[in-house]
């Protein structure tokens, strides 16, 4: 993955990491609290007994933007819930072109492992920062071990994460520009706390698969028709049904299963 086209962010070196005793590692680390786990639905789904067992494994962590929280092939060691921040799951050709496959907000997880050693099969890249809460792969998979409800929950999520990839593998097929600039919009926006949008034009070209120029033509047009608003490095939408009726199908299909999920978590 080329991190300079997500911000060109790089780790601390290790001289920047102070040494530290147990006791000021275990100070410094943020609290996690019932309240601010609400902020992820799946973590907010699970009955409240089951939830503080984890609080002594969950672990609240920055997620900045442009950060790789896995690539292709690596092995998965945290799952993510996301609370505030983005993530996009990307797949990248030998060349270095990116598509993006599918993507997270405060609605799902990423990374989920069941199995020891399992390889990551995409890579997954913070679009828009915030914060999320983490979970070794390990304690999922003796939760899986163990049966009950994190295991259903997160199988429930799976499967509407499936659907989301088969749907945008068949609008990147047949869909127009402008009904996948819609849903790549309206995906950020179930996932963000305003109708505006920080993002450009070349991020949204690279996450799409097509060319700026295209994106440039297709924004104009909805920019045209009311539908958004559009400032150099950050988009306002104006009509939010208007661009789901522009979406069609190439939206509705994958958000009536996440809406189903949240149903079955409701009763």
């Not at 969950?58 to 609370?83: A, D, H, N, R």
């Not at 997954?124 to 409800?149: E, H, I, P």
Request: aromatic content about 8%; overall charge neutral.
């Amino acid at each position: 993955m080329n991190n300079t086209q997500f911000g060109g962010l790089t780790q601390k070196s290790k001289n920047q990491i102070p040494a530290t005793s147990e006791a000021t590692k275990s100070a410094s680390k943020p609290v996690v609290s019932y309240s601010g786990t609400q902020q992820n639905e799946l973590l907010a789904a699970l009955p409240r007994t089951d939830l503080e067992d984890m609080f002594d494994h969950l672990e609240l962590v920055p997620m900045p933007f442009g950060k790789e929280l896995f690539e292709y092939g690596s092995k998965l060691e945290y799952v993510y819930f996301p609370t505030t921040a983005i993530v996009s799951l990307l797949y990248v050709m030998e060349d270095g072109a990116t598509t993006e496959i599918a993507v997270v907000g405060h609605e799902g997880a990423v990374g989920v492992s069941l199995f020891m050693g399992e390889r990551a099969t995409c890579s997954a890249v913070v679009q828009s920062a915030g914060y999320g809460y983490r979970l070794k792969t390990q304690y999922l998979r003796d939760a899986f071990n163990r049966g009950g409800a994190l295991p259903q929950l997160l199988m429930r999520y799976t499967n509407a994460l499936f659907a989301q990839m088969a749907q945008n593998a068949v609008g990147g097929r047949h869909s127009s520009i402008e009904q996948k600039l819609c849903r790549w919009l309206l995906d950020r926006l179930d996932r963000s706390a305003s109708n505006e949008l920080k993002v450009t034009q070349e991020l949204i070209s690279i996450m799409l698969g097509v060319r700026r120029e295209s994106i440039t033509a297709a924004a104009g047009k909805l920019q045209d028709e009311g539908l958004i608003q559009y400032r150099r490095g950050n988009i306002t939408v104006l009509d939010r049904a208007g661009l789901e009726d522009y979406a069609g199908e190439c939206y509705k299909v994958a958000k009536s299963e996440y809406d189903r999920l949240l149903m079955d978590v409701a009763r």
